[in-house]
């Protein structure tokens, strides 16, 4: 049976490819286990430092799977593949590894929630993003609610959930739904040497350490997240990443980090 989640790792970087593309790779639950504990795998080995992740074929994620969409529907609960995951649709952020999303097509509702779950984004020029809910009776569903208006901005949100519209990738980058705007060709290659930068020159305990402190303070004041910061400067003075970090811009060479510590 074919995964509906594959990966491969190369140069410390994972690439996870949600696999349905004769669906546009629709969400399902079996999908959505299969992307969790594959970021659970990632989180816990230390020869990924960053995941890409990307879909099969010419989308991203269409989003839920419209079967699935149709059992609801009809009440037909036995009919619905998404059983319930213990893991919130947010659970990419509480990775301490950093994750970016290649979205290379049809990127809609779930689809979307999960984009933007990742840390970062960079999008094929033409790519589809759309939430989607308000045109199939739903709601911002899964986070998105809390995520979007943090990217772009109240107004921009809600004009994004009100409306369902479709955004291509160039209004997208305009927006800061996403960081950057590639040709389709260029755009699994570019992630992935972006990628690849952050493995080797990047220390694997700063960057988790900053994935933490940027949601953390989403919810806090200034003065906290001062003292915080503050603290964490501390520590990082006494750590073999901060000797090694100073060592090899010195002797201009590539750092050699260890592997983020369990």
Not at 33 to 42: H, K
Not at 149 to 154: E, M, N, Q, S
Not at 170 to 196: F, I, Q
Request: proline letters at 5%; aromatic letters at 6%; glycine letters at 10%.
């Amino acid at each position: 049976m074919t995964e509906v989640v594959q990966r491969t790792v190369r140069d410390g970087v994972a690439l996870l490819t949600l696999n349905r593309p004769e669906r546009l790779n629709a969400w399902t639950g079996e999908m959505g286990r299969a992307y969790f504990d594959l970021l659970e795998e990632c989180a816990s080995s230390e020869d990924v430092r960053v995941v890409v992740v990307t879909g099969a074929g010419r989308g991203f994620c269409a989003g839920a799977d419209m079967q699935d969409l149709k059992a609801l529907g009809e009440g037909d609960l036995d009919g619905v593949s998404m059983v319930a995951d213990e893991r919130p649709q947010s659970f990419p952020l509480s990775i301490e590894k950093p994750i970016i999303a290649a979205v290379n097509g049809a990127c809609a509702g779930l689809g979307l929630v999960q984009a933007l779950m990742c840390d970062i984004r960079f999008a094929g020029v033409g790519a589809k993003l759309t939430t989607a809910f308000s045109r199939r009776g739903l709601v911002a569903e899964h986070g998105i609610s809390w995520i979007l208006p943090r990217l772009v901005g109240p107004a921009r949100a809600l004009d994004l959930l009100l409306s369902g519209r479709v955004v291509l990738g160039e209004e997208a980058a305009a927006l800061g739904l996403v960081n950057r705007v590639l040709e389709p060709e260029k755009l699994l290659d570019e992630t992935l040497a972006y990628a690849r930068e952050l493995a080797v020159n990047c220390s694997p305990a700063s960057m988790a350490s900053m994935k933490r402190q940027v949601y953390a303070d989403l919810t806090r004041g200034l003065p906290d997240a001062l003292a915080e910061a503050n603290r964490l400067m501390v520590e990082s003075f006494s750590a073999p990443d901060f000797v090694e970090g100073v060592a090899s811009f010195l002797e201009r060479r590539e750092p050699r980090f260890g592997p983020l510590a369990r």
